[in-house]
């Protein structure tokens, strides 16, 4: 069954095509799913019974619930997802701020000498659905202020799908959130030799969500001990990219480092 949940409104509006419906019932659509964040196609009751029949054969809304919760005497609460291994997702409070932090892959292939999840290696890309899983199924969802995607994975090397995600959650007929409550990780993916483009370029071309540039040491021959990705992606080539962009307006770039 293929997911509705990740689709945007031009996506659902061909599936309306494929069954015959009008156009607004992708409108209709979205707000069923990005709204009233409903489970099953079938509670989207302003669409025809025999449609939402026929919209069944195919698709399904595709949220996945989390399988465990552990949370901390500080408020902190870590969800796994059964996303392959298994997927984590982390709700921080700050206050009046509610923050998740959501995973982009089932592991990760930079492996960084610091990181769990480096350790464990790559078991694929998460889909839009599964990156829109976190931010829906959680218990805090409804008090969501500001999301990270700092999780397991290196999100630019998901950068497809984990777009998709965030134009679900900007757009207005979307969750409706401004890309500054977002803020993206990355060790700085400047080339994918699959494609010939620039993971990073495409980010900031494409998004208006902030960085963070995950650096941890300013020295190459440093940098590369801790993260060997240095090497085909060497932190130069990253500043000197992102300084082709303003940054003095609505994205703001930081720089994280191991303390």
């Given at each position: ?123 694929g890309n998460l889909t839009p659905a ?7 199924e959680i218990d805090e969802a409804a ?98 990219l992102i300084r082709e962009y303003d ?13």
């Amino acid at each position: 069954m293929e997911a509705l949940l990740g689709k945007n409104i031009d996506e659902l509006r061909a599936v309306c095509v494929k069954y015959g419906l009008k156009s607004f019932v992708a409108t209709q659509m979205a707000d069923w799913l990005y709204s009233k964040r409903v489970r099953t196609i079938d509670e989207m009751t302003n669409i025809s019974k025999a449609a939402r029949a026929a919209l069944s054969q195919d698709y399904e809304v595709g949220r996945t619930g989390y399988c465990d919760l552990i949370s901390s005497s500080d408020g902190t609460k870590k969800y796994l997802f059964p996303f392959g291994p298994g997927v984590e997702a982390v709700m921080i409070p700050d206050g009046d701020r509610h923050t998740v932090c959501v995973s982009s892959q089932m592991g990760c292939r930079m492996g960084c000498r610091f990181c769990m999840t480096g350790r464990q290696g790559w078991h694929g890309n998460l889909t839009p659905a599964e990156i829109l899983s976190q931010f829906m199924e959680i218990d805090e969802a409804a008090s969501l202020t500001n999301a990270v995607f700092m999780g397991m994975g290196e999100p630019l090397d998901n950068w497809d799908n984990v777009r998709r995600a965030i134009d679900v959650l900007t757009a207005p007929w979307g969750f409706g959130w401004s890309p500054k409550r977002i803020t993206l990780s990355t060790i700085g993916v400047t080339s994918d030799p699959r494609t010939g483009e620039s993971p990073l370029r495409r980010f900031m071309d494409e998004c208006s969500c902030h960085l963070a540039v995950s650096l941890h040491n300013p020295f190459p021959e440093e940098r590369a001990e801790l993260m060997p990705m240095e090497k085909p992606f060497p932190l130069a080539k990253t500043l000197s990219l992102i300084r082709e962009y303003d940054s003095t307006g609505q994205r703001r770039v930081s720089f994280e480092y191991i303390m």
